[in-house]
C-alpha cells in the first residue's frame, strides 16, 4: 500500500513535468501566433489595406451619350438609337451547348454563327460578358427577355448606337464613327505629349467605344463624344457586383447644328447621283454652306458595326471613289471659271480698260508655241464682256502676258485660290495658285511664260476644289471676303455670323465682271444660255468652265481626236459651272464640279441652275421657271428624282 | 487497485457535483462560441440563417451532452473507453463505405439527424484509450519496446483510416494527438526522436515519388504544399485561399473594421468564411485587439485544463485532461497558423467558432469528460 502510494506520488512528479513541457511547446507556439497575427495587423496593415481595397473596389466608366448633330432647321442628322443586344455569361450557364440551341432557335442565326460563336465564348474568361448579337429588334429582344427561365446566363441589355437617318445623304460631311483603334489612342498620346489635350480621355480604353473616323464626327469628336462618369462598385471575388459606393454621371457630348440645309443637301445629292461629281452651295452673306455634295456616296450606317467585306469591296472597287468627298477634299484646275480672276486683275493693273478690243484669230503664237482659243478660227474682236459671255481663251492669253503671273496670282489669293478654310472637316484642299517661288521649290523649274498664258484660262497648274470655287463666286458676288461656315450653333448657343471684310475691287470693275457673268447665262451668245431661268427675280449669273485633264497633243489636233466621247471616261474633261443667284440680289454661290463630264455648259451648267432654282423656292423648282422648249424634258427628270422628305429617315433604325 | 478507486468516497455526490464543475472552463466555452455565434452572423450578412442559428441549437444539445457526461463518474468513461474507440473504428471504416463526398475525400456519414465526422471522434477516442491503456500499464513498462508498439497501434489504425479518406490534415492531427499523450505518459525521448526522424524521411520519401505511378499524397496536397512553400507562386489559384485570408486579416489593423463590416469575408474573397476560414473574418472585423484576445481565451481555457491535470491525483484523469487540452490545441494552433500563411491548408476548424456539427459536439463531449475528471477527482 505505502509502495504503491510513494510509486503513484515519484510518478506524479514525471508526470507533471512532462505537462509542463507540453504546456511550454504550446505557449511558444501560442506566442508565435500573436506575433505573426501582430505582423499581420499591424506592422504590415497598410499594405493589407491597400490590397483589400483593390480587391473590393471597381471603378467602371460610364460612357457618354455622344452629342448630336443636326441640320440648320434642327432635323436630325446623326443620332443615338438604342441598341438591343444580347450578353451571355459562361459561368452562370451549366448545359452551354442548350442554351446555344435554345438561343440559336429564338434568335434565328445559322449554324456557323452559332459555331464561331461557341469557340469565341470559350476562348474567353468565363467571367466576361459576351455580346450575342446587337442590333436586335424589339421582338427578338422582348422574345430572349421571356424564354429567360431556359436562357440561363443570358441577358437582354440595351446600349446607345450611333444612327444616321439620312444615310447617304450626308456621307461626307458628318462621316460615322467606329469602334474605336489603335490608330485613335496613339492619335491621343501624341495629342498629349504634344499639349493639345490635357488629359487623356479614359473613354478610349473602352473596348468597341464608337469615335468619329471621319467628317464631323471625326473633326469635332471630342467635343461630341462628352465626358465620361464613373461608378465605383464593391465587386465580391467572381466580380458580381455587390452595390454601388458612388456614381459620377457622365456628361452628354455637344449637340451640333450644322448650316446645311438637308432639303437642299438631299437634292443635292440627288440631283447628283449617278454621276462622279461634286456640288458646293452657300449663303453670300452668312458664309453658311447649305449644300455639299458629293457623288457617289456611301451608307455611313453600315461602317459603324464595322463594314462587311463585300460593302467594303463594292465601295472600293467603284471607280467614282465614294470615299472621296470631291467637294472639300477634291481639287481640280478651275478652267475658265478662273477668268473672271484675271479679269479684275487686268482691270486693277489697268493693262486694259472695259471696252478694250482684242482680236482673236483662234490661238496664240509665243516663242514658236502655239495656244489655241477653244473655237477654231477664233472669236474675232472682244472685249472683256465678250470675253466672258463666250469664254475667249485667246483674250486672257493676251491679258495675262501684259499683267505678268504674280499679279494675277495676288488677285486669285485674295479671292479665295490656295486658302485653306477653317472647317470641321477632314482634309481640306487648299489648292494650288502657283507662282515663280512655288514653280521653282516645288517642281525645281523656271516660271516660262507658257505657263502664265495656261494659268489665265485655269489650267496648267492651277487647282481649286469646288468648295472654293463656291467661297470665290460669293466673293464677287458681294466685292467682300466671304468666309465659310459648317456649324451654325454649339450646344444651342448660335455662332455668331461674321461681318465679312471689303475685298476693295474697284465696284465699276467688279460690275462689269458680273455683267459678262450674267450674259453668260442669259445672252443668246452665252456658253450658258440653255440653262437660262425664265423667271426675273430668280435670273442667274455664272460662268461655264471646261478643264482639260491631259493636254491635247499636236497629232490628236491634227487627226481630230479632241473630241471628249472619244477618249476613255477618266480622260475626258471636267465640267465646271460657278454661279449665284438671285442677279439683282445675290443670296446664294453656287460651283459644280463634274468629273471627266465634258463641257461646263452642258453637264454642269444644267445642275447649277436646278440646285439654285431649288435654294430659292425652297423646294422642287417648279417648270415654269425653265425655258418653255426644256420644260417638258426638264419635268420628266426632275419628277424621276426619287426625293424624301427631310423630316422622314432614308433608313430604317432596324435595317 | 488505482488511487482513484483507494479515495473514491471523497468525490462529491448528486446535485453538489455541479458545484463542482471547472466553472472557469465552461465560462470560457461559452464566451468563446458566443464568439463563434457573432461570427457566423456576420459573414451571413447579418443573419441568423444559415450558419448562426443552427449552430445555437447544437451548442445547446452539446453543452447537455457536456453536463451528462461530466455528472457520470470518470471511472466509467475509463471503462468503457475501449469500446468508445472500437465504435469510432467502426465508424471510420463505416465512412469509406458509406461516406459523403466532400471536398474531394469521403468524410462525413450521414447519420440522418447529424452529419458525423468520424474523424473528429476519433480524435477523442484515441486520447481516452490511450489515457486507460498508460492508466492500466505498469509504469515502471511505459518505455519497454513492445508496450510502446501497442500505443503506436492504437494511433495508427485511425491515422491510416483517415489518411485513406484522403485527409491528410487530420490523421495528422491525429497522430500527434496521441503522440502528445504519449508524451504525457512518460515514453523515452528517444521513441520520439525515432519518430521525428521517420517523419522526416517519410517526407523526403513523400517528395521523391511525386510524379510518380507511387505518389502517396493526392495531387491537390501535392499543390498545397506547393502553395505553402511559396504562397505567392500562383495568388488566383492554389495560393488564393492564402493571400485573400492574409490580405483580410492584414486589412483589419489594430481595431478592425468593426462588425459586420468586413469587407473581405462579406464579399465573399474569402473561401470557407464560415467554416475553416473565419478566424479572417473575425480578425478582420475586430482587429488585432479582437484575434489576440480569441488567442487568449483559447490559452486560458488550456491553462484552467493545465492546472486541473496537475490537481488531479488520478493518471486516468490527469492524462485524460492534458490529453483533450493538447487535442483542442491542435484545432486552434494549426487552423491559425494556416490563415496566417503559416501551415499548409488542412481542413481544420476553429474550435468552438467554426460552423459544423462534428467538431462542436466533439469538442463540448470531450469538455465533459474533462469536467468529469475534474468533478470526480480525488480531494
Not at chain 1, 24 to 35: D, E, H
Not at chain 1, 254 to 283: C, K, P, W, Y
Not at chain 2, 234 to 244: E, F, N
Amino acid at each position: 500500500m505505502v509502495t504503491s502510494e510513494i510509486d503513484t506520488e515519484y510518478n506524479k512528479g514525471r508526470h507533471d513535468r512532462r505537462i509542463f513541457i507540453l504546456g511550454g511547446a504550446m505557449a511558444i507556439f501560442s506566442s508565435t501566433l500573436a506575433y505573426r497575427m501582430h505582423f499581420l495587423q499591424v506592422s504590415e496593415s497598410s499594405k493589407f489595406r491597400l490590397l483589400a481595397e483593390e480587391n473590393r473596389i471597381n471603378v467602371r466608366l460610364l460612357p457618354p451619350t455622344r452629342g448630336e448633330i443636326f441640320d440648320r432647321n434642327g432635323i436630325l442628322l446623326a443620332g443615338n438609337k438604342q441598341n438591343f443586344k444580347v450578353i451571355l455569361i459562361r459561368d452562370e450557364i451549366k448545359d452551354l451547348d442548350q442554351v446555344l440551341l435554345n438561343l440559336e432557335k429564338i434568335l434565328k442565326f445559322s449554324k456557323s454563327f452559332k459555331d464561331q460563336l461557341k469557340s469565341e465564348i470559350l476562348k474567353r474568361s468565363p467571367l466576361i460578358p459576351i455580346t450575342v448579337s446587337d442590333n436586335l429588334s424589339w421582338e427578338q429582344l422582348s422574345n430572349v427577355a421571356v424564354n429567360s427561365p431556359i436562357l440561363p446566363g443570358v441577358s437582354p441589355e440595351v446600349g446607345l448606337s450611333r444612327f444616321y437617318p439620312r444615310s447617304t445623304d450626308y456621307s461626307h460631311i458628318i462621316g460615322y464613327v467606329g469602334a474605336v483603334g489603335e490608330k485613335d489612342i496613339i492619335k491621343m498620346d501624341r495629342d498629349y505629349r504634344e499639349g493639345k489635350i490635357s488629359e487623356k480621355d479614359p473613354l478610349l480604353e473602352i473596348p468597341k467605344f464608337q469615335v468619329g473616323k471621319t467628317g464631323v464626327e471625326n473633326k469635332l469628336d471630342r467635343q461630341l463624344r462628352g465626358k465620361a462618369g464613373n461608378k465605383r462598385i464593391e465587386v465580391n471575388s467572381v466580380g458580381r457586383i455587390m452595390r454601388e459606393l458612388s456614381r459620377a454621371e457622365s456628361i452628354k457630348g455637344a449637340d451640333i447644328n450644322l448650316t446645311i440645309d438637308t432639303r437642299l443637301q438631299h437634292f443635292v445629292q440627288e440631283r447628283l447621283s449617278g454621276l462622279s461629281a461634286s456640288a458646293v452651295i452657300m449663303n453670300v452673306n452668312s458664309g453658311d454652306l447649305l449644300a455639299i455634295g458629293s457623288t457617289p456616296a456611301f451608307d455611313p450606317n453600315k461602317f459603324i458595326g464595322g463594314i462587311s467585306h463585300s460593302d467594303y469591296n463594292s465601295i472600293l472597287e467603284n471607280p467614282y471613289n465614294p470615299l472621296w468627298n470631291k467637294s472639300v477634299q477634291g481639287s481640280y484646275p478651275p478652267g475658265s471659271t478662273f477668268k473672271m480672276i484675271v479679269s479684275l486683275a487686268a482691270l486693277e493693273a489697268g493693262v486694259i480698260s472695259i471696252n478694250d478690243e482684242i482680236n482673236c484669230k483662234g490661238f496664240t503664237e509665243i516663242s514658236g508655241r502655239k495656244f489655241y482659243c477653244w473655237k477654231s478660227g477664233g472669236h474675232g474682236k472682244v472685249n472683256l464682256h465678250n470675253s466672258l459671255k463666250q469664254s475667249c481663251d485667246h483674250y486672257y492669253y493676251e491679258l495675262s502676258q501684259r499683267i505678268g503671273i504674280s499679279k494675277i496670282a495676288a488677285m486669285a489669293r485674295r479671292l479665295g485660290v490656295g486658302e485653306k478654310f477653317d472647317l470641321p472637316l477632314p482634309l481640306v484642299e487648299s489648292g494650288i495658285m502657283p507662282s515663280r517661288e512655288w514653280r521653282r521649290k516645288e517642281k525645281g523649274q523656271e516660271w516660262k511664260i507658257g505657263d502664265t498664258l495656261n494659268t489665265a484660262i485655269g489650267q496648267g497648274d492651277v487647282l481649286t476644289s469646288p468648295l472654293q470655287l463656291a467661297v470665290i463666286t460669293a466673293r464677287l458676288a458681294t466685292n467682300s471676303i466671304v468666309k465659310p461656315r459648317l456649324i451654325k450653333s454649339f450646344s444651342g448657343l448660335s455662332l455668331p455670323i461674321e461681318s465679312f471684310k471689303s475685298l476693295n475691287i474697284d465696284p465699276a470693275a467688279m460690275r462689269e465682271v458680273r455683267r459678262g457673268m450674267y450674259s453668260v447665262v442669259n445672252d443668246k451668245k452665252g456658253t450658258a444660255y440653255s440653262s437660262r431661268v425664265e423667271q426675273d427675280d430668280k435670273e442667274f449669273a455664272g460662268k461655264t468652265g471646261t478643264s482639260q485633264v491631259t493636254e491635247i497633243s499636236k497629232s490628236e489636233r491634227k487627226r481630230g481626236v479632241s473630241k471628249n466621247e472619244d477618249k476613255p471616261w477618266k480622260y475626258r474633261d471636267h465640267a465646271l459651272f460657278v454661279g449665284y443667284a438671285p442677279f439683282t440680289n445675290p443670296k446664294y454661290s453656287v460651283s459644280v464640279v463634274v468629273e471627266h463630264g465634258g463641257s461646263g455648259s452642258t453637264s454642269a451648267a444644267p445642275i447649277a441652275r436646278d440646285i439654285m432654282l431649288a435654294a430659292q423656292y425652297g423646294s422642287l423648282p417648279p417648270l415654269s421657271a425653265y425655258p418653255e422648249a426644256q420644260r417638258s424634258r426638264i419635268g420628266s427628270t426632275l419628277t424621276k428624282m426619287q426625293l424624301v422628305d427631310p423630316e422622314k429617315t432614308l433608313r430604317s433604325e432596324y435595317e | 487497485m488505482s488511487y482513484l478507486e483507494q479515495n473514491i468516497k471523497r468525490t462529491p455526490y448528486g446535485i453538489v457535483k455541479f458545484l463542482h464543475l471547472n466553472w472557469a472552463v465552461l465560462i470560457l466555452i461559452f464566451a468563446i462560441s458566443s464568439v463563434g455565434f457573432l461570427m457566423l452572423y456576420s459573414v451571413a450578412g447579418g443573419s441568423l440563417a444559415p450558419w448562426a442559428e443552427p449552430q445555437l441549437k447544437r451548442f445547446v444539445a452539446g453543452i447537455c451532452m457536456l453536463l451528462f457526461i461530466a455528472m457520470i463518474p470518470i471511472w466509467f468513461w475509463k471503462n468503457v473507453s475501449g469500446l468508445i474507440y472500437f465504435i469510432s473504428i467502426m465508424l471510420l471504416i463505416g465512412v469509406d463505405f458509406f461516406g459523403t463526398t466532400g471536398m474531394g475525400a469521403q468524410r462525413w456519414l450521414d447519420l440522418g439527424f447529424i452529419r458525423l465526422q468520424p474523424s473528429e471522434l476519433t480524435k477523442i477516442t484515441t486520447v481516452l484509450f490511450l489515457a486507460a491503456y498508460y492508466d492500466w500499464l505498469d509504469i515502471t513498462k511505459v518505455s519497454k519496446p513492445i508496450w510502446v508498439l501497442i500505443p503506436v497501434i492504437i494511433i495508427l489504425i485511425p491515422v491510416s483510416l483517415i489518411f485513406n479518406q484522403p485527409d491528410l490534415g487530420t490523421a495528422l492531427l491525429v497522430l500527434c494527438g496521441g503522440g502528445g499523450l504519449m508524451l504525457l505518459a512518460g515514453v523515452h525521448w528517444g521513441y520520439f526522436l525515432g519518430i521525428i526522424m521517420s517523419l522526416a524521411s517519410g517526407a523526403v520519401a513523400i517528395f521523391y515519388t511525386r510524379d510518380t505511378g507511387l505518389a502517396i499524397l493526392r495531387d491537390y496536397q501535392y499543390r498545397r504544399i506547393d502553395t505553402f512553400l511559396n504562397p505567392s507562386s500562383d495568388p488566383m489559384g492554389a495560393g488564393y485561399h492564402i493571400g485573400q485570408s492574409k490580405i483580410a486579416l492584414g486589412s483589419g489593423g489594430v481595431n478592425g473594421r468593426g462588425f459586420m463590416q468586413g469587407t473581405q469575408s462579406q464579399l465573399n474573397f474569402l473561401p470557407e468564411k464560415h467554416t475553416d476560414f473565419i478566424f479572417t473574418t473575425l480578425a478582420e472585423e475586430f482587429g488585432f485587439i479582437g484575434g489576440l484576445s480569441v488567442l487568449a481565451m483559447y490559452n486560458l481555457l488550456i491553462l484552467f485544463c493545465i492546472v486541473s491535470a496537475l490537481k488531479n491525483k488520478d493518471r486516468f484523469s490527469s492524462l485524460v485532461i492534458m490529453g483533450i487540452a493538447f487535442t483542442f490545441f491542435l484545432y486552434f494552433a494549426p487552423n491559425m497558423a494556416m490563415v496566417m500563411g503559416f501551415a499548409p491548408i488542412v481542413g481544420v476548424p476553429l474550435p468552438l467558432i467554426s460552423y459544423g456539427g462534428s467538431s462542436m459536439l466533439v469538442l463540448l463531449g470531450a469538455f465533459g469528460l474533462m469536467q468529469s475528471a475534474h468533478v470526480h477527482r480525488v480531494r
